[in-house]
């Protein structure tokens, strides 16, 4: 290393030594690492660690759950770090309506934490293009965009596209979810033979996640895993 760098590495390493507290997003105390303190983080409800691998609905001792047993989803695992209750909702929320983009470091963080495999590229669920321009900024690519540069692996926002502008899934029966979700999703990059991971903000029913995994795995993706923030849990929906 030159002494240059060395000098412009020592100076980075002292402003992040330096950086003003900013208050906690849920208290307002003083946090330096993160949007909320370590105190309110102590309290968020993480995912319990016992969950299906596969859809990462809590189960007995981490066992495959009955759905996805009947129903294999299309992704073979789902990485989640929280689980969609207060206050983890309110700061989904506020990500995604607010624009506080700092929290998208902030959400992303904990779920790099629990990610042991590493893809060979990451996917964010894509919005379509009529979505994007009303809300300004697609919220699960800002979390892909961090996830992607704190695990060194490539992003690939391009790969699918959104096609058709669905309805909003929240506003939706169940059951119709998966039909207002058909040829939503069109992919047209090479994803031939690689582990895609799908980023999303919020697992709910998981009819998007899944759309998106049989598009990748239709183009030939080898396997594919689902990231998300948080997870809605049953006594929660
Ligand atoms: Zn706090
Ligand atoms: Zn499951």
């Known amino acids: 290393m030159s ?11 002292h402003i992040g030594r330096i950086l003003p507290a900013q208050p906690c997003i849920l ?31 809590p189960t007995h001792d981490g066992a495959v759950c009955g759905h996805c047993l009947r129903h294999p989803p ?8 929280f689980a969609y209750n207060f206050p983890v909702d309110k700061l989904v929320q506020a990500l995604k309506f607010n624009e506080r983009l700092t929290l998208a470091h902030s959400l992303a963080q ?3 934490q629990r990610i042991e495999v590493r893809p060979d590229g990451i996917v ?24 992607a540069r704190h695990l060194g692996v490539p992003l690939l926002p391009g790969v699918v596209q959104r096609v ?9 029966p169940w059951k119709e979810r998966r039909k207002n979700l058909r040829q939503a999703f069109v992919c047209g990059g090479e994803v031939v033979g690689k582990h895609i991971a799908i980023v999303d903000d919020v697992m709910t029913t998981g009819a998007s996640l899944n759309e998106l995994a ?3 795995r239709a183009a030939g ?10 997870r809605t849990l049953p006594h929660s929906r």
């Not at 993160?34 to 609905?57: E, F, I």
């Not at 080898?222 to 998300?228: N, R």
């Open 3 to 13: 002494i240059s760098s060395k000098v412009l590495l020592n100076i980075r390493l």
């Open 27 to 57: 208290c307002g105390a003083a946090s330096r690492e993160r949007a909320w303190c370590d105190a309110c983080d102590a309290a968020l409800p993480y995912l319990p660690s016992a969950h299906c691998p596969q859809c990462a609905l």
């Open 74 to 81: 299309s992704f073979d695992r789902t990485i989640a770090a």
């Open 110 to 112: 904990p779920l790099a």
């Open 124 to 147: 964010p669920m894509p919005l379509h293009p009529a979505r994007l321009r009303e809300r300004g900024f697609n919220q699960s690519q800002e979390l892909a965009r961090h996830l």
């Open 164 to 172: 058709r502008d669905t309805l909003p899934q929240s506003g939706l």
């Open 214 to 216: 049989k598009v990748l």
């Open 221 to 230: 993706a080898l396997e594919v895993s689902a990231w998300v923030v948080a």
